[in-house]
């Protein structure tokens, strides 16, 4: 039998090329402070940059950022600031390390990590400190919604509502 063995060729070229488009909507870039402004939306291609190239930044996003599905243990790079929504459903994450601290418009998380974290204020630490709409996570844990909100707005300021 015909065995094939995938080399992915070119893989670092291919990388530069992402990084190329993606350095043009960096708006501003603090090689000293490890910190920068990106504007646009983050999805995969870009996290995949960023946790290539700008591992050790803190990322600051004019826009959303979508990384959904990624199976994901831990966000791989730290978000301080995104402007619009920031979603990271459906992964496998074990902390909100790494979430940013403000998030201009809603927060949603649909996780299980009741299932693997149970230690609700180790878990929460790290979550988002200002949420401007919505703060949403779903699957959480088996705690009463009343007590899961309580502790999360001993953390956050929710400008919207809380939905578990």
Aim: glycine residues 4%; aromatic residues 12%; contains cysteine.
């Amino acid at each position: 039998m015909f065995k094939m063995i995938f080399k992915p060729r070119r893989l670092k070229e291919r990388l530069l090329i992402l990084k190329e488009e993606f350095d043009s909507r960096i708006e501003e870039i603090d090689d000293d402070e490890k910190s920068l402004q990106y504007k646009g939306m983050i999805r995969e291609k870009e996290l995949t940059v960023l946790s290539t190239f700008y591992k050790n930044y803190i990322i600051n996003v004019d826009g959303s950022v979508y990384i959904l599905d990624l199976k994901l243990k831990r966000i791989p790079v730290k978000f301080n600031k995104v402007t619009k929504t920031f979603n990271c459903s459906y992964n496998k994450l074990i902390s909100f390390k790494n979430c940013p601290n403000y998030i201009g418009e809603d927060f949603v998380c649909n996780e299980e990590f009741g299932n693997r974290i149970k230690l609700v204020n180790k878990t929460l630490i790290d979550c988002p400190k200002y949420v401007g709409k919505d703060f949403r996570i779903i699957n959480f844990s088996n705690l009463p919604e009343t007590v899961l909100r309580d502790e999360v707005k001993k953390i956050c300021e929710i400008k919207g509502e809380f939905k578990s």
